[in-house]
């Protein structure tokens, strides 16, 4: 229910009300979220750029909310900047690129708010944009949600490292003044013109920046300084200790036409192929590969680009603040383990544990030095590190607590603990816990986190939840089949959710509703499922179902759950379990390509992005279940 800023008595009132009902520590840590997902973007992208961000102070929102222009009966609009980012760009060029990039990955709000000026007038130039919070950041707020006339949106200002003085004097002078423009400058008019001058010299210098160095590359192209060249060309942060390869030197120098190519190449081709990689290191040779991969296409380029190895990533993140600690769970799994006639209880045990064991062992052995290589009780502790193996063959009971700091991030503890044993039902069970503590204020980088191990215990023994669990989609392509899928979605005992995807019905299929099976055997056209059915369970099959439907059984499909059929066509469903007393979530094909993303990681990918992002969406979907059960 919103509250009417009318009723407010005064500004102290109002900050007494801020204060109860926002948690700021949470918006500072979906602050800094937001924050790290923009740098990054950039920074593989190699633009030049210096970000600040800000949670708007209590003081700051009382006072824009008590002067009456938000949650009134006048003016009923919301503050739309609680949370603020001011990113400064070194290059004048780089508003449209970045315009693009946020446009792309996060769900706007409106249209860009910019200033706009005749051909003699001149004014700071900068680039507002409002953006809805990514859902998977704004998750973290668990406090109810507040009342006040505020959004659930954050704005990003983009302007250039000249503008960037000019714009806090403005801010502070004219903005926040209740001075009218013609009022400021009265009696001063020559001075009103004096700035008009500073403003185009600032104008000027962003434009003559961007045209010294295209003339500097010019240049460098002339006098065969190839590396030079890409340098003041494209503009962008590189790693200059590895040098353009001989063999590419040599290609530009024999023939210059070909470095032509790349001399001509848009700067923006380059950006948006680096925005297709995670986090690259950006060096002269993946410069020449990527710009002739998507422009020049010369074999002899390609040849050379194809023996170089690519640089690794080696940046290390690192936090520097203690606070209170907070646990979080990041992976939680508890069911059977699979049991085969042709393998002994104390065999599939036994293997089983070697798996965990092996694990364990591989990441504990750097700090517990004498732990054995063959599976056995064993305990020890250090300061900061503390594990516990308990293992009985005879009594078929393994249990394992690890306990240890995090070297990367301060104030962070890990904490692990899984066990298989023979319960009463007589069969092994596997249970696994990952969770960590850590400050509230430091922001968590990782909400998921499930073990390496659960691939080798899931493919060597198995992992079963009514049936076994594995990493390739099911599909449903008969009655029999079909049987056994609908079976699974009522069982009672199912933990996991489901996620069924009905294949799209083809012009030809829709009147006979017959379609032969043998695609499946050898393979099939994924275009004609709405999304990759095989990457998803690659992704979330050891704890979660994934099944395909042939569009010959789409019909019955609709008719078992009261799905109108033309909604069926290509849709996508989670049915949970029985516990959770959730009702089965629907997609339809069209909810899917139609769908606005919050956060788009994949915007610039060439592949289709509906299906790529809506993907990771339903991955994150089930994610979130796991750490919530």
Not at 375 to 403: A, C, E, R, W
Not at 446 to 457: A, H, M
Not at 581 to 598: A, G, I, N, P, W
Request: negative net charge.
């Amino acid at each position: 229910m919103s509250v009417n800023m009318e009723n407010y008595n005064s500004k102290e009132e109002l900050e007494a009300i801020i204060e109860q009902e926002i948690d700021f520590e949470k918006l500072n840590e979906l602050c800094e979220h937001i924050t790290n997902a923009i740098t990054e973007i950039l920074t593989s992208c190699g633009l030049y750029f210096r970000i600040f961000s800000r949670v708007k102070s209590v003081e700051s929102i009382a006072s824009k909310l008590y002067r009456g222009k938000y949650g009134t009966l006048n003016n009923p609009k919301k503050i739309q900047d609680l949370i603020g980012l001011r990113v400064i760009l070194y290059y004048y060029d780089d508003l449209s690129i970045c315009r693009d990039i946020m446009e792309r990955t996060f769900q706007m709000i409106d249209e860009w708010s910019r200033n706009f000026f005749e051909s003699d007038e001149f004014r700071a130039t900068k680039i507002n944009g409002v953006f809805k919070y990514p859902a998977e950041y704004f998750n973290l707020y668990t406090k109810e949600m507040w009342s006040l006339p505020i959004d659930t949106t954050f704005e990003t200002q983009f302007r250039t490292v000249f503008f960037e003085g000019w714009h806090e004097i403005e801010h502070d002078m004219r903005y926040k003044s209740r001075i009218s423009d013609d009022q400021f400058w009265k009696g001063s008019e020559e001075l009103s013109r004096m700035l008009n001058c500073i403003l185009a010299n600032l104008e000027l210098s962003d434009w003559s920046l961007v045209k010294l160095f295209e003339e500097l590359s010019y240049n460098h192209y002339k006098n065969m300084n190839w590396e030079l060249m890409l340098k003041s060309h494209f503009r962008i942060k590189l790693e200059d200790s590895a040098h353009l390869h001989p063999d590419i030197i040599a290609i530009f120098n024999q023939d210059k036409e070909i470095a032509k190519q790349f001399y001509k190449c848009p700067r923006i081709i380059l950006i948006r192929e680096l925005l297709k990689l995670d986090n690259p290191v950006i060096d002269y040779n993946l410069i020449i590969k990527l710009v002739n991969n998507k422009l020049v296409k010369n074999q002899l380029i390609r040849l050379v680009c194809d023996k170089i190895d690519e640089p690794r990533d080696s940046r290390i993140y690192k936090k520097e603040t203690l606070a209170r600690l907070e646990s979080n769970i990041l992976f939680h799994l508890e069911l059977p383990l699979l049991h085969k006639e042709s393998r002994t209880l104390e065999t599939e045990f036994i293997n089983s544990c070697a798996i965990v064991y092996k694990w364990a062992r591989f990441k504990m052995n750097p700090v517990f030095e004498d732990m054995p290589e063959e599976v056995i009780s064993y305990k020890n502790k250090l300061p900061g590190y503390q594990l516990k193996i308990q293992y009985d063959v005879d009594d078929l009971t393994f249990h394992m607590k690890i306990s240890y700091i995090d070297s990367k991030h301060i104030g962070t503890l890990w904490h692990i603990h899984t066990s298989i044993a023979k319960l009463d039902d007589g069969r092994l069970h596997f249970y696994h816990m990952t969770s960590k503590d850590l400050p509230r204020s430091i922001s968590q980088k990782e909400t998921f986190l499930k073990p390496s191990f659960l691939s080798d215990l899931s493919n060597k023994t198995g992992i079963v939840d009514v049936i076994r669990l594995g990493n390739k989609a099911v599909f449903v392509t008969d009655d029999n089949d079909y049987s056994d899928f609908y079976s699974l979605i009522k069982n009672q005992e199912r933990k996991l959710p489901i996620i069924a995807i009905a294949q799209q019905l083809s012009e030809d299929d829709t009147n006979t509703g017959q379609k032969k099976n043998e695609e499946y055997k050898d393979g099939y056209d994924m275009n004609t499922f709405t999304i990759n059915g095989t990457r998803l369970a690659k992704v979330i099959g050891q704890y979660s179902h994934v099944f395909m439907t042939d569009r010959a059984l789409v019909s019955k499909f609709a008719q078992s759950f009261n799905i109108p059929e033309a909604n069926a066509d290509g849709c996508i469903c989670i049915f949970w379990p029985a516990h959770t007393q959730k009702h089965f979530t629907l997609f339809t094909r069209r909810m899917v390509l139609e769908s606005q993303f919050d956060f788009n990681r994949f915007a610039f990918h060439d592949e289709d992005v509906y299906e790529k992002a809506f993907r990771h969406k339903l991955v994150q979907i089930i994610k979130e279940d796991n750490i919530s059960r």
